[in-house]
């Protein structure tokens, strides 16, 4: 039997939130922040990109004012990284690997929603690709870290391979949510390879 849609996507959606705000508390942890600090930037970070596709969406209040189970995952994942992230042994790497999780979960969370207000393929990429990747944006800025998507290694388009890969998958109408698993999936293999094998797009303006 098929697994509700709206289960999964709130699943996946939880997820990825919890992902998030795990890798905005170490970013939190590598600048030596308190307890409040972790709160604030793993909060920000995980609900950062779904605040922005609501708002442009026009589906208001927000998610996490509708339902504040959501803040209440991020606050939850950032204190518990607090007491964890002084026996990592590399918090820069876990940090890398949180966000992989991270984008490749909002990209096919963000696309479906997207999806299901009503938008055009066109614009759930975009809602896709924005869910993953302004959460992030906001926590290197709070942080003062170099921004994560002005990497070499390929970043964006791996957002962009799952939340594209999510809507083909989705026109086959493929049983038990293999679009969102397959979306997933595409995104983070293509941005593990990137992060191991140092992968990157041709780009004219580098030397």
């Not at 002005?150 to 939340?163: D, F, Q, V």
């Amino acid at each position: 039997m098929a697994f509700d849609i709206t289960a999964a996507i709130n699943i996946m959606g939880l997820s990825a939130v919890a992902v998030f705000a795990i890798s905005g508390a170490l970013d939190a942890a590598r600048q030596k922040m308190d307890i409040l600090g972790f709160l604030l930037i793993g909060t920000v970070t995980g609900l950062g990109g779904g605040t922005v596709r609501d708002l442009l969406l026009g589906k208001l209040p927000v998610l996490w004012i509708r339902e504040p189970v959501w803040i209440i995952v991020c606050l939850i994942a950032s204190a518990i990284t607090y007491f964890i992230a002084p026996k990592l042994v590399s918090r820069t790497r876990a940090l890398i690997w949180m966000d992989a999780v991270g984008i490749a979960l909002f990209a096919v969370v963000g696309t479906e929603i997207g999806l299901n207000f009503g938008t055009s393929p066109l614009i759930a990429v975009c809602m896709g690709v924005m869910t993953a990747s302004f959460g992030g944006i906001a926590r290197d800025l709070l942080c003062g870290s170099n921004l994560t998507l002005m990497n070499e290694e390929l970043y964006i388009t791996t957002m962009l391979a799952g939340s594209v890969t999510y809507l083909i998958l989705h026109e086959l109408h493929l049983p038990d949510n293999y679009d969102l698993i397959g979306g997933f999936l595409v995104a983070f293999i293509l941005r593990a390879l990137a992060i191991i094998f140092k992968l990157k797009l041709p780009n004219i303006y580098r030397q």
